[in-house]
């Protein structure tokens, strides 16, 4: 529940995930100092919780197995995704608004730190060298 709570926070930029995760906390804190090889999972959300998040959205057309393959393969616990195509856009929006102005009629891929996105990245070619790069930041923290 913990991991899925600061994934919402982090998709949805809404404040009442990250107090219900800091509630979690706060009851479980004890236990968990005791015993933290029984809370990975727990574990795993507090660093996502405490960042620095990168979370990347593809929007315009639907996602190609292709373009994902830079990401394939390796433990990228800090990034979160999500995809906003045309279909679904409009849905994705009520969730998730800071991606409503993210709109392509082409595929681009938006990357944001801290809620704050830099400019959006298109043409297939540059989309895989900025998710290689992504992936190399990763390995740079000790992931990937």
Same mark, same amino acid.
């Given at each position: 529940?913990?991991?899925?709570?600061?994934?919402?926070?982090?998709?949805?930029?809404?404040?009442?995930?990250?107090?219900?995760?800091?509630?979690?906390? +706060?009851?479980?804190?004890?236990?968990?100092? +005791? @015993?933290? +090889?029984?809370?990975?999972?727990?574990?795993?959300?507090?660093?996502?919780?405490?960042?620095?998040?990168?979370?990347?959205?593809?929007?315009? &057309?639907?996602?190609?197995?292709?373009?994902? @393959?830079?990401?394939?393969? @390796?433990?990228?616990?800090?990034?979160?995704?999500?995809?906003? !195509?045309?279909? !679904?856009?409009?849905?994705?929006?009520?969730?998730?608004?800071?991606? !409503?102005?993210?709109?392509?009629? !082409?595929?681009?891929? @938006?990357?944001?730190?801290?809620? +704050?996105?830099?400019?959006?990245?298109?043409?297939?070619?540059?989309?895989?060298?900025?998710?290689? &790069?992504?992936?190399?930041?990763?390995?740079?923290?000790?992931?990937?």
């Amino acid at each position: 529940m913990a991991l899925n709570l600061a994934h919402l926070f982090y998709l949805t930029g809404e404040i009442r995930y990250r107090e219900l995760f800091e509630s979690l906390a +706060a009851a479980f804190g004890s236990e968990i100092k +005791a @015993h933290p +090889a029984g809370y990975t999972y727990f574990l795993s959300a507090l660093e996502l919780m405490e960042g620095p998040v990168t979370t990347i959205v593809f929007a315009g &057309q639907e996602v190609s197995r292709g373009v994902l @393959h830079p990401l394939k393969g @390796h433990f990228l616990p800090l990034v979160v995704w999500l995809s906003r !195509d045309g279909a !679904d856009g409009r849905t994705v929006s009520l969730i998730a608004p800071f991606t !409503d102005a993210m709109t392509s009629g !082409d595929l681009s891929l @938006h990357c944001c730190r801290d809620f +704050a996105c830099s400019l959006p990245v298109t043409e297939k070619e540059n989309i895989e060298k900025r998710l290689e &790069q992504l992936v190399s930041e990763e390995k740079g923290k000790g992931y990937g």
